[in-house]
């Protein structure tokens, strides 16, 4: 196919391509609604992602759908914006394109006066990037519906095996990395194996499942107060969380993993290895930075100045988990702030006003450990147990798009985990769990390829093929 110019103006009006369609260059998209201005938001996925909710997706909470709104249903009331599905492949600042990669290959050429680059971060694996094809991490829709299938998988195996040792391999489940994600996906792995699911097995006693919990730090959620770590670890512990802190991950295959404690090193047999140990830039940082002419940090980000701008290009803003900004945290609340700010400084520019540096309001963290238990610090506050539960319900259904889907969640969570104690979203079939037990998986724990349905073998002089194809 050839180049398409998908970006050129019909009205002259000054054009902004938004890269990435999550926290930052939604709220830039949206804090330009009304401004005499065309909005090209641009991203390889169709829907805008809440993050920090992927972990109840793999969990079996909640569908994908309520925490993953389609973009365009988001925008479709803003009239000077439209939303493109294509993987962007190429930044040129010289020319002020932005190139692109439709579904059907050909290339798109979007030109700009304005560029916003907010293309988030994936997994980090420090240098060790093979063990991405034995311990999936959760930055995308595809990725926690990959884990939701590796957990029930496996207890699908404990109820076949006849083994003691293998059905204990099977329900051996290790989450590397104690931050907020691997505390909530721990928890919750606890909750399904020891709460939700004992009755619905006749062979396995999912209750003997094992859930591991591996932190390299001294202490569980690193950036928390010490009040916060204590009761999250005690917390854990009591739903039957194993917590192995100052400890490493330091090799892996299909079968174990290696670690390297206080105690020297340890293989664990396990099936399921779970990834929630760090993050990096995407690689448009990389990019982006290359053609800028500044040096990315160790995390891939981009420096920008303190209006959101990178260096040399006053009309190129980069925001989110991608840059490096006062070393704010890579987590909701920068990118939402930064995207209103952005779309203010280029209706500001517009209007011929000046536009104060960035400042960020530092709204607290908090995580969620199980049924009624979270921590919370908010606004110089420390809040522990069901206080913290109930402020952590209220914020992330306040931050999800759209009512419809915050009344969804609600009603899902009520039924889920305050009534039935039960999960909705356990759907799994055999080509999945053959797909998950068998070796020979892509990169991000993928398989390559799909189990035929039939076992025929194929005529004589018939070429063999290889059912299905990469993900």
């Known amino acids: 196919m050839g180049t398409v110019g998908a970006g050129q103006s019909t009205t002259g009006r000054h054009r902004v391509v938004v890269v990435g369609g999550g926290f930052g260059g939604l709220n830039v998209t949206r804090a330009l609604a009304g401004a005499d201005v065309e909005v090209t938001l641009v991203d390889r996925s169709n829907h805008h992602l809440f993050q920090p909710l992927l972990y109840q997706v793999a969990t079996g909470i909640l569908p994908p759908g309520l925490i993953a709104p389609a973009l365009r249903s988001i925008s479709k009331r803003q009239r000077n914006a439209r939303v493109l599905l294509a993987d962007v492949q190429d930044l040129d600042l010289d020319r002020r394109l932005v190139g692109a990669r439709a579904p059907d290959g050909r290339l798109l050429e979007l030109p700009y006066d304005t560029l916003v680059v907010a293309a988030g971060a994936t997994h980090s694996y420090f240098g060790k990037d093979h063990f991405a094809e034995y311990a999936p991490g959760m930055k995308t829709i595809e990725d926690a519906r990959y884990v939701r299938d590796a957990i029930l998988a496996k207890f699908e195996m404990a109820e076949i095996a006849t083994d003691p040792a293998e059905r204990a391999e099977w329900l051996t489940f290790v989450v590397v990395g104690a931050g907020p994600t691997g505390v909530e996906l721990a928890g919750q792995i606890a909750e399904l194996a020891h709460t939700v699911l004992p009755r619905d097995y006749r062979s396995a006693d999912t209750r003997q499942a094992r859930i591991i919990l591996l932190e390299g730090a001294g202490a569980v959620l690193p950036p928390f107060a010490p009040k916060l770590q204590a009761y999250t670890q005690k917390r854990l512990e ?138 919370a610090d908010a606004f110089g506050v420390k809040v522990i147990g069901f206080p913290a539960y109930v402020m952590w319900v209220f914020i992330h259904v306040l931050y999800l798009v759209g009512w419809g889907n915050r009344l969804g969640t609600l009603y899902t969570w009520a039924r889920a985990l305050w009534l039935s104690h039960t999960r909705g979203n356990r759907i799994i079939a055999f080509e999945t769990a053959h797909q998950e037990v068998t070796e020979g998986r892509a990169p991000a724990g993928r398989p390559p390829t799909i189990l035929p349905r039939s076992t025929r073998p194929p005529a004589p002089d018939a070429e063999e093929t290889i059912p299905g194809a990469p993900r």
């Open 238 to 375: 009591e739903m039957g969380v194993e917590v192995r802190l100052n400890t490493l991950a330091v090799d892996m295959d299909h079968q174990s993993i290696t670690v390297k404690g206080p105690d020297g090193l340890e293989t664990i047999r396990t099936g399921s290895r779970f990834w929630a140990a760090g993050v990096q830039a995407s690689p448009l940082a990389r990019m982006l930075a290359g053609h800028a002419g500044v040096e990315t940090d160790r995390a891939g980000r981009v420096p920008v100045s303190a209006d959101c701008t990178v260096a040399g290009h006053p009309e190129v803003f980069a925001i989110g988990d991608m840059v490096a900004l006062d070393k704010l945290p890579g987590v909701a609340q920068p990118a939402i702030q930064e995207g209103k700010y952005v779309g203010r400084v280029i209706k500001d520019r517009l209007a011929g006003r000046q536009t104060p540096p960035f400042r960020y309001f530092d709204k607290g963290t908090m995580a969620t450990i199980g049924y009624r238990s979270a921590v």
